[in-house]
């Protein structure tokens, strides 16, 4: 059982910056989601296990960076310039899809970390 651990949620005001964490169990292919209240999970970004060609959705590319460890198993969303529509519930997923981005096609979930952008 793969097992995936979140951190580095919070609080932050609009403007600021936060760095999200997740330690994997192994070595996949993986991405981050969003979900905020009433809506669908949304696609944020995803790398490979090389960590090479990262993609992202329009919405956050060029505010948000996903990055992986030398050791491969972890895997950081770094987020700048938030905005209080960036506040939801924060998930990395893992998989073996290549740079995918439907929740579908990933196979294990983090437990989700609160991400709350105040204006």
């Known amino acids: 059982q793969v097992q995936l651990v979140e951190s580095g949620g919070g609080l932050v005001q609009a403007g600021g910056s936060l760095r999200l964490s997740c330690a994997a169990s192994?070595?996949?292919?993986m991405a981050w989601f969003r979900q905020a209240p009433g809506k669908e999970r949304e696609f944020l970004a995803a790398?490979?296990?090389?960590?090479?060609?990262?993609k992202y959705a329009d919405s956050v590319e060029g505010r948000f960076t996903i990055s992986r460890d030398n050791a491969g198993n972890t895997v950081s969303l770094q987020m700048n310039s938030l905005k209080p529509e960036d506040t939801a519930v924060y998930y990395c997923?893992?998989?073996?899809?290549?740079?995918?981005?439907?929740?579908?096609?990933?196979?294990?979930w983090g437990q989700g970390t609160q991400v709350t952008v105040s204006s």
């Open positions: 790398i490979s296990v090389t960590g090479d060609l990262p």
């Open positions: 192994g070595r996949y292919h």
């Open positions: 997923a893992a998989g073996t899809q290549f740079l995918a981005s439907r929740t579908l096609d990933y196979k294990w």
